[in-house]
């Protein structure tokens, strides 16, 4: 197996599909790349056996064959390289060594057997243990198409508030709800829950369905190069699989979260009584900085509001530290107080920002200090809130 | 124009002096305790103590010391007269145990009070009578060498504190514990002690081995193990011994500085140490007296005298576990020194069993037992008394006991500043800079295989166990929390409801307060609980366990460990709910917990007594690579 390929193009497809190895596996194997080269193109497959990407390029092939590359060691390798220039990659079949040859250097690794390799039917189509749509199947209506602006912003606004809590594995995925043409994403952890909707003008979407999707795969579309479509995977009429097919180029299978999520509507707060108008950003940097004197014991701070001022304390009682910001907000009502745990309140407020958020305004609304507050964006459309627990104290 | 009115006004001498009382005198054992003491500084050989009513109607003492005469009587109930200090350097030295002229004033504020005394050169004595807010009245009075002091009606004046009181066992128990405190240690002179019309103990002038077994009891006799100890600094002697019902028991442990009963948890903990693996989770007893040029001690940091500030309390530390050590290996109670079994595994220990220093090496060793605490419930609310200084800085500890004591900056000083080998002048802000050590300049923390921290200091290294680490320092914030009732509570989006077993639910009903102090904020159902809130420290993903967990735990811990309920479960919940061994640590990870644990007041050993550092000299090291 030989071919030569730009390295610039050949790292971004290292980029893309490397997140996906597992960090620390049991199977060496998983910490291979599956590469394979056939009609011109190289195909790279990653999986970690929930999550699996294949993704292809065009490269200029002088002989095919399929091996297995150890990951991370041939990322560094390129990375190495720079961005310049081109590679080429020979690969011995019979005792699978690869070589890498730049104009002045050569690279010998080893690679494996992709015999060895896991079996993917989910990936691969040809084994059909798996009733699914293709991707231009439209009569299946289990499948949406998405822009890839509005994925990465699902994404990129709802993964940070997952649990990581394997006992309550619906909370550890991003919950889609597919309402005809709007969706919602929501996250919790059960101390924050964000939910962010999107809406579409075409009827892209299905028309009611409800999926949990492992937040590892949603953290793998923050960053898109095309627009997408997702599809579903049944086995004997029930979901299993999500596929989200980007481009042309980029394949991601992904089972899903077999399980109920939270009734997460029922605890949204529907009117909370107490209104604060604040500058969100200049809240943010006063709660980093409350929080470096907060954060040793209590991890707490906390929030005053009184006449139009916003007083965000830290303090770390035992160190004699402590940190105080006051800030000019709306607030017409008596003294409030309210207590968070530091993280949860910065996380919210760093995925507060959207686009048509007025005046750089969020705004915080409670009913009572024990009671869930609310962070939405100041502005006419309700698409992304934030909830987040107070401490009692 | 028109003044306003002053509103500062120096207090009444009597109100001054009732203020002070509630410092002095909290209850009628406190009254005791100054009386004796005042017996002994007079030079009494036999005392003997009478109460009625747990003391509250009478304590009544009678001592064949000095006496006093007729108006060293008159100052004696002034407040701030004193015979036993005249200049403040006198104060920097106390041989005495009274120093500051205020216990007699005290006691007469809330008391009846009489005294009869007569000097040996006087030929007839004096009786002094007073009562608060009445002028004190004189005359003479025939009675024999010596004095005798009479207190009636405790805090009758003062109902606050009277119905404050506890019941007259309690106060008894009190009394008791105290006097017996003071007979184990000055075993030379004679004590008698009366409740009522009955004789409790007469104990004669006798060794203190005999007298540790009047005392308490003939079962002692055979595992008494005497402690001889002595160094440039100090002289450790005493004894020690296995409680005969060790399992439960953790009495009869009496550490004395200079004869002065100290309450002091990590002197105590230096001492249990020792006897790990020889009793399986149980408590040793000691009564030992250190000696120490009283220079070297701060005793006026208490109202009751009975904490004391050391100069360098590593050193004292280290010098007392290996007294107990020596004495137990001598005694053939422990078989083998444990530092070479170590050594033979381990070779970062090898390093410093070949100094002949042992303490030079760790800064703890492998101890056990969970520390005693008198005061568990708020062990940093006495920092200012007791601030464990650690001295990791003093160099060669064998040579060099010039309690040299160096803040932490010393202790992770770069290692290119300029060292002195001198002894630094201590000043106030060097002990309480133990609670704001800055370790920010501190360029590097190793993970040793996602278990132990690797730091360097400015004399060497030191490896600490993450996990044992993080115990202290949550154990010590759960009692502070259920201490202050600070139900610092994150409030649950989705009530997680648990189902318990009819045995852990009545314990939790038990323990209700205090885990809701912790946190744990839940409704009860019939078998379940639901929880709305938890502890801030409780991993996310570990809700519903934590209190499982933390009840199996505590539930085998109260059946042999006989400390409080509120110790056991903070040190629960902070087994518990700690970084684990395997966790891998980031960088400020590391820094915040190393922060912390020094901020703990015993930093060197987990809840359970397991040590949390350990301590390796760069010249130890040299030692071993033959560059010395
Ligand atoms: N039993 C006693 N025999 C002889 N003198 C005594 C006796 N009790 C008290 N005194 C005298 O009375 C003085 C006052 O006693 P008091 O206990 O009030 O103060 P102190 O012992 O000097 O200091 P402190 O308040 O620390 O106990 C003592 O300094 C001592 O001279
Ligand atoms: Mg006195």
Known sequence: MIFTVSISEFSKLLQKTLPVIPPKSTLPVLEHLHFSVKNGKLQVIATDQEVTIMSVIFVATESEGEILVPGRRLNEIIRALGNEGEIKFEANLDNYEIILKTPSGRYVIKGIDPQEYLDIPELFEEDNKYEFTTFSDNSNPNKAFFAKADLMRIANKTTFAVSTDEYRPAMTGVLFQFRGNRIHSVATDSYRLVKYTINSAQLNFPEQLDVIIPARTVDLLKKLDNDVFMAFLERRGKITHVRFEIGGETLIVSRIINEKFPPYESVLPKDNPIRATVDYGAVLSAIKRAAIMANEKSKQVQFIFDDNQLTITGEDEDSGTSAKEQLACEFPYPRFEIGFNYKYIEDAFSHIEIQGIRDNQAILTFSEPTKPALLIPNGDSDDLVMLIMPVRI | ?628
């Open chain 2, 1 to 628: 124009m028109q003044l306003s009115e002053n509103k500062i006004k120096i207090l009444p001498d009597f109100i001054a002096n009732q203020i002070a009382a509630g410092e002095v005198v909290q209850r009628p054992e406190s009254v005791v305790k100054e009386l004796i003491e005042n017996s002994l500084d007079a030079s009494a050989n036999s005392i003997a103590l009478v109460i009625r009513d747990a003391g509250k109607q009478l304590i009544h003492i009678v001592d064949n010391g000095e006496g006093m005469n007729r108006s060293d009587l008159e100052l004696s109930i002034k407040r701030h007269a004193t015979s036993k200090i005249r200049t403040s350097e006198d104060l920097e030295k106390i041989m005495t145990f009274g120093f500051r002229g205020e216990a007699l004033a005290s006691i007469t504020s809330v008391a009846i009070l009489e005294i009869r005394t007569r000097t040996a050169s006087d030929d007839h004595g004096w009786q002094l009578v007073s009562e608060p807010l009445k002028e004190a009245t004189l005359q003479p009075f025939n009675t024999v060498r010596g004095t005798q002091i009479f207190v009636r009606n405790l805090f009758y004046n003062v109902p606050a504190r009277r119905k404050f009181l506890k019941s007259n066992l309690t106060e008894f128990r009190h009394i008791a514990d105290t006097f017996l405190k003071i007979a184990l240690i000055h075993f030379d002179k004679r004590f008698t002690f009366y409740d009522g019309d009955n004789m409790i103990f007469d104990v004669k002038p006798e060794t203190q081995n005999v007298r540790i077994i009047n005392l308490l009891g003939d079962k002692s006799r055979e595992n008494l193990i005497p402690v001889d100890y002595q160094n440039e600094i100090l002289k450790i002697s005493g004894y020690t011994g296995f409680n005969e019902n060790s399992k439960v028991s953790r009495a009869n442990q009496y550490i004395y500085l200079n004869k002065r009963p100290i309450v002091n948890k990590a002197l105590s903990h230096a001492i249990i140490s020792s006897y790990e693996h020889l009793i399986e989770k149980a408590q040793p007893f000691f009564i030992i007296n250190i000696e120490i040029d009283p220079e070297q001690v701060d005793v006026n940091v208490h109202p009751q005298k009975n904490e004391v500030k050391f100069e360098d309390d590593r050193f004292l530390y280290s010098s007392l576990h290996k007294a107990i050590n020596e004495s137990l290996i001598r005694t053939g109670a422990i078989p083998q020194v444990k530092f070479d079994q170590q050594t033979a595994m381990n070779p970062f220990q090898t390093i410093g069993s070949n100094s002949s220093d042992k303490e030079n090496f760790m800064i703890v060793n492998k101890t056990t037992g969970e520390i005693i605490s008198q005061n568990p419930y708020s062990p940093s609310s006495n920092n200012k008394y007791n601030s464990y200084q650690p001295d990791f800085a003093r160099k060669e500890s064998g040579q060099n006991h010039n309690f040299d004591l160096r803040s932490m900056d010393a202790l992770f000083g770069r290692s290119d500043e300029p060292k002195s080998d001198k002894v630094t002048i201590e000043t106030n802000d060097s002990y309480t800079s133990n609670s704001s050590i800055d370790l920010s300049f501190h360029p590097e923390y190793w993970q040793l295989h996602n278990k132990y921290i690797i730091l360097q200091t400015q004399t060497g290294m030191m490896i600490i166990d993450q996990h044992a680490a993080h115990e202290r320092v949550l154990y010590e914030k759960a009692l502070i929390m259920m201490n202050k009732e600070m139900k610092q509570s994150q409030s649950l989006l989705f009530p997680l409801r648990v189902r318990f077993s009819a045995t852990q639910m009545s314990l939790i009903n038990e323990l209700k307060q205090d885990l809701d102090n912790l946190g744990f904020n839940f409704n009860i159902y019939d078998d379940t609980l639901e929880f709305i809130g938890i502890p801030l420290d409780v991993k996310a993903g570990k809700e519903d366990h934590s209190l499982t967990e933390m009840l199996e735990v505590f539930e085998s811990y109260e059946k042999f460990r006989p400390s409080t309920r509120r110790d056991n479960l903070a040190a629960t919940f902070a087994c518990k709910n700690a970084i684990k061994t395997g966790d891998k640590l980031t960088f400020d990870e590391m820094k915040g917990l190393i922060t912390l644990l020094f901020k703990c007041e015993m930093p060197y050993a987990c809840p359970h007594g397991r040590p949390t550092i350990l301590e390796f000299k760069l010249e130890d090291f040299d030692k071993q690579f033959k560059r010395t």
